[in-house]
Protein backbone atom coordinates (compact mmCIF):
# COMPACT_ATOMS: atom_id res chain seq x y z
CA UNK A 1 0.00 0.00 0.00
CA UNK A 2 1.43 2.89 -0.75
CA UNK A 3 1.53 6.06 1.69
CA UNK A 4 2.10 9.17 -1.28
CA UNK A 5 -0.16 11.61 -1.08
CA UNK A 6 -1.14 12.87 -4.75
CA UNK A 7 -0.15 15.87 -5.81
CA UNK A 8 -1.90 17.95 -9.03
CA UNK A 9 0.23 20.86 -10.13
CA UNK A 10 -1.25 23.60 -12.69
CA UNK A 11 1.56 25.22 -14.89
CA UNK A 12 -0.26 28.27 -16.03
CA UNK A 13 2.66 28.74 -18.90
CA UNK A 14 2.26 31.83 -20.52
CA UNK A 15 -1.05 32.65 -19.51
CA UNK A 16 -3.37 35.13 -17.09
CA UNK A 17 -3.33 38.52 -15.96
CA UNK A 18 -2.99 39.66 -12.57
CA UNK A 19 -6.41 39.51 -12.35
CA UNK A 20 -7.08 36.54 -14.00
CA UNK A 21 -4.80 34.93 -12.00
CA UNK A 22 -6.22 36.26 -9.02
CA UNK A 23 -10.04 35.62 -9.53
CA UNK A 24 -8.68 31.55 -10.40
CA UNK A 25 -6.53 30.95 -7.22
CA UNK A 26 -8.89 32.43 -5.04
CA UNK A 27 -11.19 30.20 -6.74
CA UNK A 28 -8.97 27.30 -6.23
CA UNK A 29 -8.11 28.10 -2.62
CA UNK A 30 -11.96 28.00 -1.52
CA UNK A 31 -12.22 24.45 -3.37
CA UNK A 32 -8.90 23.12 -2.47
CA UNK A 33 -8.56 19.80 -0.31
CA UNK A 34 -6.76 19.20 2.76
CA UNK A 35 -3.15 18.84 2.02
CA UNK A 36 -3.64 15.60 3.53
CA UNK A 37 -5.69 14.12 0.67
CA UNK A 38 -4.32 16.10 -2.31
CA UNK A 39 -1.45 18.63 -2.65
CA UNK A 40 -2.78 21.33 -5.15
CA UNK A 41 0.09 23.96 -6.64
CA UNK A 42 -0.09 26.19 -9.30
CA UNK A 43 2.45 27.85 -10.96
CA UNK A 44 2.02 31.17 -12.44
CA UNK A 45 3.61 33.43 -14.43
CA UNK A 46 6.81 35.56 -12.49
CA UNK A 47 4.87 38.18 -12.89
CA UNK A 48 1.75 37.18 -10.90
CA UNK A 49 3.66 35.03 -8.32
CA UNK A 50 3.44 37.60 -5.67
CA UNK A 51 -0.41 38.07 -6.12
CA UNK A 52 -1.42 34.48 -6.44
CA UNK A 53 0.88 33.58 -3.01
CA UNK A 54 -1.12 36.54 -1.18
CA UNK A 55 -4.26 35.68 -2.82
CA UNK A 56 -3.67 31.82 -1.75
CA UNK A 57 -2.38 32.63 1.65
CA UNK A 58 -3.73 30.70 4.28
CA UNK A 59 -5.18 28.29 2.35
CA UNK A 60 -4.04 24.72 0.93
CA UNK A 61 -2.55 25.73 -2.49
CA UNK A 62 0.78 25.90 -2.86
CA UNK A 63 2.53 28.23 -5.16
CA UNK A 64 5.44 27.20 -8.07
CA UNK A 65 7.54 29.58 -10.20
CA UNK A 66 7.68 27.80 -13.81
CA UNK A 67 11.64 28.02 -13.55
CA UNK A 68 14.58 29.35 -12.04
CA UNK A 69 18.31 30.53 -12.99
CA UNK A 70 20.54 28.40 -10.58
CA UNK A 71 23.10 31.39 -9.01
CA UNK A 72 22.28 33.46 -6.06
CA UNK A 73 22.39 36.80 -7.18
CA UNK A 74 24.52 38.87 -9.84
CA UNK A 75 24.69 40.43 -13.26
CA UNK A 76 22.53 37.64 -15.11
CA UNK A 77 19.78 40.03 -16.84
CA UNK A 78 16.38 38.93 -16.44
CA UNK A 79 16.73 35.67 -14.36
CA UNK A 80 15.20 34.77 -10.82
CA UNK A 81 17.27 33.12 -9.01
CA UNK A 82 15.99 30.56 -5.88
CA UNK A 83 16.30 32.88 -3.39
CA UNK A 84 14.13 35.28 -5.04
CA UNK A 85 11.11 32.99 -5.48
CA UNK A 86 11.25 31.63 -2.23
CA UNK A 87 11.16 35.46 -0.68
CA UNK A 88 7.58 35.95 -3.27
CA UNK A 89 6.60 33.19 -0.88
CA UNK A 90 7.12 30.29 -3.60
CA UNK A 91 7.40 26.83 -2.40
CA UNK A 92 8.03 24.71 -5.31
CA UNK A 93 9.35 25.20 -8.52
CA UNK A 94 8.68 23.30 -11.76
CA UNK A 95 12.50 22.70 -13.63
CA UNK A 96 13.48 21.26 -17.23
CA UNK A 97 10.33 21.61 -18.74
CA UNK A 98 10.52 20.10 -22.28
CA UNK A 99 9.81 23.79 -23.67
CA UNK A 100 12.54 25.01 -21.49
CA UNK A 101 14.56 22.53 -23.13
CA UNK A 102 13.62 22.50 -26.63
CA UNK A 103 13.05 26.11 -27.07
CA UNK A 104 15.10 27.81 -24.66
CA UNK A 105 18.04 25.13 -24.84
CA UNK A 106 18.18 24.21 -21.27
CA UNK A 107 20.61 21.21 -20.58
CA UNK A 108 20.28 18.36 -18.82
CA UNK A 109 23.56 20.07 -16.95
CA UNK A 110 21.34 23.34 -16.35
CA UNK A 111 18.68 21.21 -14.87
CA UNK A 112 20.61 19.73 -12.66
CA UNK A 113 22.32 23.03 -11.49
CA UNK A 114 18.82 24.06 -10.87
CA UNK A 115 17.79 21.50 -9.14
CA UNK A 116 20.58 21.47 -6.43
CA UNK A 117 20.02 25.11 -6.22
CA UNK A 118 16.77 25.08 -5.29
CA UNK A 119 17.17 22.16 -2.90
CA UNK A 120 19.85 24.65 -1.12
CA UNK A 121 17.04 27.77 -0.47
CA UNK A 122 14.35 24.83 0.90
CA UNK A 123 12.08 24.67 -2.79
CA UNK A 124 10.97 21.87 -3.72
CA UNK A 125 12.06 20.76 -7.65
CA UNK A 126 9.26 19.11 -9.76
CA UNK A 127 11.51 18.28 -12.46
CA UNK A 128 10.47 17.45 -15.78
CA UNK A 129 11.26 14.76 -18.19
CA UNK A 130 9.95 12.96 -21.36
CA UNK A 131 11.02 11.75 -24.88
CA UNK A 132 9.97 13.15 -28.08
CA UNK A 133 7.77 11.28 -30.37
CA UNK A 134 11.16 10.34 -32.39
CA UNK A 135 12.31 8.92 -29.51
CA UNK A 136 9.79 7.40 -28.87
CA UNK A 137 9.30 5.43 -32.48
CA UNK A 138 12.87 4.78 -32.11
CA UNK A 139 12.22 2.62 -28.85
CA UNK A 140 14.56 5.02 -26.72
CA UNK A 141 11.39 6.07 -24.32
CA UNK A 142 13.14 4.64 -21.10
CA UNK A 143 16.68 5.16 -21.87
CA UNK A 144 16.33 8.76 -22.61
CA UNK A 145 13.86 9.38 -19.37
CA UNK A 146 16.19 7.43 -17.13
CA UNK A 147 19.72 9.36 -19.03
CA UNK A 148 17.88 12.94 -18.10
CA UNK A 149 16.32 11.81 -14.63
CA UNK A 150 19.85 10.48 -13.72
CA UNK A 151 21.10 13.52 -15.00
CA UNK A 152 18.91 15.97 -12.90
CA UNK A 153 19.43 13.88 -9.89
CA UNK A 154 22.72 12.41 -9.64
CA UNK A 155 24.91 13.33 -6.33
CA UNK A 156 22.28 14.41 -4.89
CA UNK A 157 21.62 12.79 -1.03
CA UNK A 158 18.42 10.22 -0.07
CA UNK A 159 17.81 13.26 2.39
CA UNK A 160 18.02 15.73 -0.74
CA UNK A 161 16.08 13.32 -3.14
CA UNK A 162 13.21 12.81 -0.33
CA UNK A 163 11.84 16.31 -1.22
CA UNK A 164 12.06 15.83 -5.01
CA UNK A 165 9.17 15.58 -7.33
CA UNK A 166 9.18 14.39 -10.84
CA UNK A 167 7.01 14.94 -13.68
CA UNK A 168 7.04 12.64 -16.75
CA UNK A 169 5.83 13.83 -19.53
CA UNK A 170 5.80 12.84 -22.73
CA UNK A 171 6.42 15.36 -25.93
CA UNK A 172 4.70 14.58 -27.87
CA UNK A 173 1.65 14.68 -25.80
CA UNK A 174 2.20 18.16 -24.34
CA UNK A 175 -0.53 20.58 -25.31
CA UNK A 176 -1.69 18.18 -28.32
CA UNK A 177 -4.39 16.23 -27.50
CA UNK A 178 -3.21 13.14 -26.95
CA UNK A 179 -1.68 11.30 -23.90
CA UNK A 180 0.17 8.46 -22.96
CA UNK A 181 -2.25 5.59 -22.64
CA UNK A 182 -2.46 5.15 -18.64
CA UNK A 183 0.07 1.31 -19.40
CA UNK A 184 2.60 3.15 -21.56
CA UNK A 185 2.44 6.13 -18.52
CA UNK A 186 2.82 3.20 -15.72
CA UNK A 187 5.42 1.81 -17.92
CA UNK A 188 7.37 4.39 -17.77
CA UNK A 189 6.56 5.83 -14.20
CA UNK A 190 7.65 2.29 -12.85
CA UNK A 191 11.25 2.14 -14.49
CA UNK A 192 11.72 5.82 -12.99
CA UNK A 193 10.56 4.81 -9.66
CA UNK A 194 13.05 1.42 -10.49
CA UNK A 195 15.86 3.65 -11.38
CA UNK A 196 15.50 5.69 -8.10
CA UNK A 197 15.43 2.36 -6.05
CA UNK A 198 18.17 1.31 -7.44
CA UNK A 199 20.35 4.60 -7.33
CA UNK A 200 19.07 5.94 -3.75
CA UNK A 201 17.24 2.76 -2.37
CA UNK A 202 13.47 1.16 -2.12
CA UNK A 203 12.30 3.22 0.69
CA UNK A 204 13.45 6.87 -1.16
CA UNK A 205 12.05 5.57 -4.64
CA UNK A 206 8.35 4.10 -2.67
CA UNK A 207 8.31 7.53 -1.10
CA UNK A 208 8.85 9.52 -4.14
CA UNK A 209 5.96 11.22 -6.06
CA UNK A 210 5.97 10.93 -9.62
CA UNK A 211 3.59 12.82 -11.57
CA UNK A 212 2.36 12.48 -15.33
CA UNK A 213 1.90 15.50 -17.95
CA UNK A 214 0.39 15.69 -20.95
CA UNK A 215 -3.18 16.51 -21.89
CA UNK A 216 -4.39 15.88 -18.62
CA UNK A 217 -8.23 16.21 -18.86
CA UNK A 218 -11.09 15.89 -16.72
CA UNK A 219 -12.15 12.89 -19.00
CA UNK A 220 -8.93 11.13 -18.88
CA UNK A 221 -7.60 12.08 -15.26
CA UNK A 222 -8.80 9.25 -13.42
CA UNK A 223 -7.73 6.38 -15.53
CA UNK A 224 -4.09 7.50 -15.86
CA UNK A 225 -4.25 8.38 -11.75
CA UNK A 226 -5.40 5.13 -11.03
CA UNK A 227 -2.16 3.26 -11.86
CA UNK A 228 -0.57 2.48 -9.19
CA UNK A 229 3.29 4.80 -9.77
CA UNK A 230 1.13 7.72 -10.96
CA UNK A 231 0.66 10.21 -8.11
CA UNK A 232 -0.62 12.97 -9.71
CA UNK A 233 -0.31 15.12 -12.63
CA UNK A 234 0.73 18.09 -13.88
CA UNK A 235 -1.38 19.77 -15.59
CA UNK A 236 -1.24 22.94 -18.50
CA UNK A 237 -4.23 24.07 -20.37
CA UNK A 238 -6.94 22.12 -18.32
CA UNK A 239 -5.36 24.41 -15.40
CA UNK A 240 -6.22 27.66 -16.85
CA UNK A 241 -9.75 27.42 -15.75
CA UNK A 242 -11.22 26.21 -12.31
CA UNK A 243 -13.96 24.37 -14.30
CA UNK A 244 -11.47 21.91 -16.09
CA UNK A 245 -8.94 21.79 -13.01
CA UNK A 246 -10.71 20.71 -9.89
CA UNK A 247 -12.02 17.81 -11.35
CA UNK A 248 -8.79 16.71 -11.86
CA UNK A 249 -7.73 17.27 -8.66
CA UNK A 250 -11.09 15.32 -7.55
CA UNK A 251 -9.59 12.65 -9.62
CA UNK A 252 -6.96 12.45 -7.52
CA UNK A 253 -7.40 11.07 -4.25
P1 LIG B 1 -0.86 20.19 -21.32
O1 LIG B 1 0.55 20.67 -20.73
O2 LIG B 1 -1.66 19.66 -20.17
O3 LIG B 1 -1.46 21.42 -21.94
O4 LIG B 1 -0.56 19.13 -22.33
C1 LIG B 1 1.23 19.93 -19.75
C2 LIG B 1 2.53 20.57 -19.42
O5 LIG B 1 3.16 21.16 -20.31
O6 LIG B 1 2.97 20.52 -18.25
Known amino acids: MTTRVPMV ?46 TALGSAV ?20 PALIRDVGCSHC ?4 SERRQLFSETDAAVHQKVVSLLEHQLIPIVCVGETLAQRDEGTTVSVVLGQTEAALKGLSDDQLADVVIAYEPV ?45 KPNNAKELLAEPDIDGALVGGASLKSESFLPIVQAAF
Open 94 to 97: IVGH
Open 9 to 54: AGNWKLNHTLADAKQLVSTLAAEAPDRSQCEVVVAPPATALKTVVD
Open 62 to 81: AVAAQNVYHEKSGAFTGENS
Open 172 to 216: WAIGTGRTASPQDAQDVHAAIRGFLSKDFGASVAESTRILYGGSV
